[in-house]
Every structure is written in structure tokens, then in C-alpha cells.
T-cell receptor, first 116, second 113 residues
């Protein structure tokens, strides 16, 4: 499978615990995005990387959230001291940006987080 | 603020019918729009896109229409199949640099055999 891969698919945790999700983008894609999606809503942008550089962060990304893409390939998203309001689907997407062409985002299947 | 939204939360059709999913946008400066399909348990999947210098674009069984005058776009699916059942989102770049996408709320399409 050469698509975007996310692990784990599901995560159940207790309030106050830390969780970490992993995303493996499509190889050779230089951009990687994290989105969050709650039931009945469209995905909301959290942050994105171009190669290893984190270029933009949403106001939705509180201090408890941190994302990394150390080698410009896979990325991790960590949530510290989880709260019930963090329960959502966390989606990763990647794209190949070249020139002026509109980029197309390819999404993974997401990690469903439930905070009890 | 700038937003992308949908008129109908749920659309139920019979197999073989044509489906039309609508989307309104508020930013008159938006010049690029994308439709995504999201099946249950999966991430959004790119369907078709359109630039603002076009009024219509066709793909395989899908057509996107853009009406810039009323800031409205629609996704038409011909001969709808049960496999088309999903949530459909319209999206637009949040900023002129196209670095992020703003998604609408979504429309659930239910196709009955």
C-alpha cells in the first residue's frame, strides 16, 4: 500500500494521559498535514510541514499539542495531558508541491482518539 | 470570516438517479475549489477540483459547476451507485498560498439499491 498510513487506528486513553500518533506519508511527498475531525464536521487544519520544517500552526493547536517531522518523512503528533475535548479523528495528509500547480492532499484513514 | 458551507446535511437517492450536492462559499476572492468524498472509517478522498476561471469541469460520472455570481458550487454525480454513499465535502484554500484547506460541514449521500 503506497498511501498515507496512520497508526494506531484507534486509541482510547484516560484524561490526563499523553498520547502519540504516527503518520507515514506517501513517499517523496514533501508536505505533511495534520487535521482534526469531529463527528459531523469537516476536517479542521492543525499544522503542516514542508520537509522537516513546521511552517504553520492553527490556533486550534494548543500548547498541549506538538508535532514533529524530524527527517522530513514520517511525522508524530503528541497530545499531552489529554482532555475529553480532544476526542476526535486525527487525520494526516500529504502532498507533493511543485511549481504553481494546485496541490492535491492525500489523506490517511486517521487515528480515532477517545478520551475517557 | 471566510467560510465554506453546505446547504443539505443529508441527501437520499435511489440507485441510478443523478445526485446534486451543493456548497456555498463566502470568500469572493476564492479561486480554487475541491470536492472530497469520505467513506465511513476512511479519510477524505479527492474527487475533482475546479479553478475560478472555469464554470464547469467534468470527471468520470462527476461534474462540478461553479457559479461565481452567487458564490455557489455543486457536485453532480450521474447514475449514482451504492458505492457513492459517503459524506461529501467542498473545500477551498484558506490562504492565497494554498497551504491549507478549509472544509465545509459535509453532506451525507445515501444511495438505496
Amino acid at each position: 500500500d503506497t498511501g498515507v498510513s496512520q497508526n494506531p487506528r484507534h486509541k482510547i486513553t484516560k484524561r490526563g494521559q499523553n498520547v502519540t500518533f504516527r503518520c507515514d506519508p506517501i513517499s517523496e511527498h514533501n508536505r505533511l498535514y495534520w487535521y482534526r475531525q469531529t463527528l459531523g464536521q469537516g476536517p479542521e487544519f492543525l499544522t503542516y510541514f514542508q520537509n522537516e520544517a513546521q511552517l504553520e500552526k492553527s490556533r486550534l493547536l494548543s500548547d498541549r499539542f506538538s508535532a514533529e517531522r524530524p527527517k522530513g518523512s514520517f511525522s508524530t503528533l503528541e497530545i499531552q495531558r489529554t482532555e475529553q475535548g480532544d476526542s476526535a479523528m486525527y487525520l494526516c495528509a500529504s502532498s507533493l508541491v511543485s511549481g504553481l500547480a494546485n496541490e492535491k492532499l492525500f489523506f490517511g484513514s486517521g487515528t480515532q482518539l477517545s478520551v475517557l | 470570516g471566510e467560510s465554506v458551507g453546505l446547504h443539505l446535511p443529508t441527501l437520499s437517492v435511489q440507485e441510478g438517479d443523478n445526485s446534486i450536492i451543493n456548497c456555498a462559499y463566502s470568500n469572493s476572492a476564492s479561486d480554487y475549489f475541491i470536492w472530497y468524498k469520505q467513506e465511513s472509517g476512511k479519510g477524505p478522498q479527492f474527487i475533482i477540483d475546479i479553478r475560478s476561471n472555469m464554470d464547469k469541469r467534468q470527471g468520470q460520472r462527476v461534474t462540478v459547476l461553479l457559479n461565481k455570481t452567487v458564490k455557489h458550487l455543486s457536485l453532480q454525480i450521474a447514475a449514482t451507485q451504492p458505492g457513492d454513499s459517503a459524506v461529501y465535502f467542498c473545500a477551498e484554500p484558506t490562504f492565497s498560498g494554498y497551504s491549507t484547506l478549509t472544509f465545509g460541514k459535509g453532506t451525507m449521500l445515501l444511495v438505496s439499491p
